[in-house]
Every structure is written in structure tokens, then in C-alpha cells.
């Protein structure tokens, strides 16, 4: 294949990495390419825990501050958007609506519901046999600020999920297709995903909870169902908190 500089317009018949006429670069080779891509991905995961632990500082330092929240999940979106930025067509993409179908529309409705009062009844199981005190209430969280619910629903049920699936599913999804199969890149993000929530417990559901995510965004090129998925799933999870606290 002749390729051609776009400096000096010197033509090659082989691919070369420079210009032989003018020293430009005329070609980035895969494995450079690659090296990109994984330093993109190392790059974005370190940030991720490194947020993550200020997170954990913040909420220890700050109890009970919704003005600590907001910063917090500011602090997300323009971590999560940076990155974005650096493949922004491809993630542009993933809003798209064209694969989406009635059938699957349903399906990711009852699902989410199912796999919330499945996780939320097995964490009490898990606490009861162990007689651990469960104090991870969501509603409870919230309970310093007028209207908790709506905070609560706002905090857990809206913003994760808009903001993790672009994060996971999409700027790190995309970045692994680049260097690795479809099958690890599905298991790499759930991985990852479920390590970046600290919790051996939690590791257990969120895991596979993000296996399936991620099998639906590779085979249907989009994120919506993901976010769905994960905004009645979290929904859920907040209804049935609220439920149990002023039930018992």
C-alpha cells in the first residue's frame, strides 16, 4: 500500500514511522496506538480510585452535607466528561436509540426489578446469618434534609446511573475494545466496576450486575439500556429502603 507524507507530499511503499525527506511523523503504528489506549485506561482507572478515596475522605470529613454531595458529584461528571472529550464521537454514538425495541424496552424494566429485590433480600440474609448490623439504609442517608426521598432518589437513583454507565460502559468500554476482545472488555469493566464500589459484599451482585450491563451495551451498541437498568435497579433498592425504615 503506497502511503504518502502530509508535510511534504513524499510518497512511501512501505510503512514507515518517519518521512524519509522531511523527518515528519507519517504513520502511527498499531502498537503505539495501543500503548495510547492502555495508558488512557490506566490513566482513568487511577484517577477513578484516587476520586473514589476522596470520596470516602469527604464523606468522613463532611457528614451530612448536601453542599459535600454536590461537589462531590461535579467532581465526577467533569472527571468522567474529561475523558469523554478524548473520544467523543464514538461516545456520542452510544445515545443512539436505533437497536432499542419494545421487547427490550420491557426487559429492562422488569429486570432491574427483579435483580433489586433479589440483591436487597440476599444483603439481609447475609447480615442476619452473620448478625451483622446493616446501617447502609439509602432513604436514612438522607434524612437530615428536607424532602430525603428526593435527595435520595437524585443521589442514588439518577445521577449513578447516567454518570457510571458513560464512565464504564462507555468511555472504559471503548477504550478496551480497542486493545482486547469484546468477552474480556465485558468482564474487565464489570471487574472494575464492581472494585471501584469498595465492598466485598457488594462485589458479589455488582459484579454480575455488570456483566449483563455490559453484554447489553456490546450487543446493542448503546447505553440507554444500561442506564435504564440501573436507574430502576437503584430506584428500587432507595423505595425499598424506604420502605423498611418506616416499617419497622
Not at 504518502?4 to 514511522?17: A, P
Amino acid at each position: 500500500m503506497s502511503l504518502s507524507c502530509k508535510h511534504c507530499n513524499n510518497s512511501f511503499e512501505t510503512q514507515v514511522k518517519f518521512c524519509s525527506q522531511c523527518g515528519v511523523s507519517v504513520v502511527k503504528t498499531a502498537t503505539t496506538r495501543k500503548i495510547k489506549d492502555v495508558n488512557v485506561i490506566i490513566s482513568f482507572y487511577v484517577v477513578m480510585l484516587v476520586f473514589m478515596v476522596s470520596v470516602y475522605y469527604v464523606d468522613i470529613t463532611f457528614p451530612y452535607n448536601l453542599e459535600a454531595e454536590f461537589i462531590v458529584e461535579l467532581g465526577f461528571i467533569c472527571i468522567v466528561i474529561g475523558f469523554a472529550s478524548l473520544d467523543l464521537k464514538p461516545i456520542l454514538k452510544l445515545y443512539s436509540f436505533k437497536t432499542i425495541n419494545l421487547k427490550l424496552i420491557v426487559f429492562s424494566i422488569i429486570t432491574p426489578v427483579l435483580t433489586s429485590f433479589f440483591v436487597y433480600f440476599f444483603i439481609e440474609f447475609i447480615n442476619d446469618l452473620f448478625s451483622v448490623s446493616n446501617n447502609s439504609n439509602c432513604y436514612q442517608s438522607y434524612l437530615y434534609l428536607d424532602y430525603p426521598l428526593f435527595w435520595s432518589i437524585v443521589f442514588i437513583a439518577i445521577l449513578p446511573p447516567i454518570i457510571e454507565e458513560l464512565a464504564f460502559r462507555g468511555v472504559l468500554f471503548n477504550q478496551l475494545q480497542k486493545v482486547t476482545s469484546d468477552r474480556v472488555t465485558i468482564i474487565a469493566t464489570a471487574f472494575l466496576f464492581a472494585l471501584i464500589h469498595f465492598s466485598v459484599l457488594s462485589f458479589l451482585w455488582i459484579f454480575p450486575f455488570g456483566l449483563l450491563l455490559g453484554y447489553l451495551r456490546s450487543r446493542y451498541s448503546t447505553l440507554w439500556l444500561g442506564i435504564i437498568i440501573h436507574f430502576i435497579h437503584n430506584l428500587s433498592i432507595v423505595l425499598l429502603d424506604y420502605y423498611n425504615f418506616y416499617s419497622f
